[in-house]
Nanobody
Framework: QVQLVESGGGSVQAGGSLRLSCKVTGVTAKYWAMAWWRQVPGKEREGVAGFDSDSETSYADSVKGRFTISQDKSTNTLYLQMNSLKPEDTATYYC??????????????????????WGKGTLVTISS
């Protein structure tokens, strides 16, 4: 059973940085894709950054150059380093995984329907 547990959310001022972590357990598939999504109440969930089993990455235009997704294989942890944070980055951030079929990092950001497993989310609040 795949489990995803996020941590690292919090409140920072605009221009600051945060690093989110997603502890991943139970992924045994050869091909997989993982991603960070975010959601603001009343709005659709948005794909932020994707990472696949070929170590390719993909980013939403809104975060390119500011966010970096990475993986630590030794600890099975997915990270999202967020720099130059803006108030519009305020959201609950979710870690998601897709293990049924081969999927690229970019595809992992197309629709939340592609993702099989989700964490419970971690709240990020950016003040101006």
């Amino acid at each position: 059973q795949v489990q995803l547990v996020e941590s690292g959310g919090g409140s920072v001022q605009a221009g600051g940085s945060l690093r989110l972590s997603c502890k991943v357990t139970g992924v045994t598939a050869k091909y997989w894709a993982m991603a960070w999504w975010r959601q603001v109440p009343g709005k659709e969930r948005e794909g932020v950054a994707g990472f696949d089993s070929d170590s390719e990455t993909s980013y939403a235009d809104s975060v390119k150059g500011r966010f970096t997704i990475s993986q630590d294989k030794s600890t099975n942890t997915l990270y999202l380093q967020m720099n130059s944070l803006k108030p519009e980055d305020t959201a609950t951030y979710y870690c998601a995984a897709q293990v049924r079929a081969r999927m690229t990092a970019a595809q992992a950001l197309h629709t939340p329907l592609f993702m099989d497993y989700w964490g419970k989310g971690t709240l990020v609040t950016i003040s101006s």
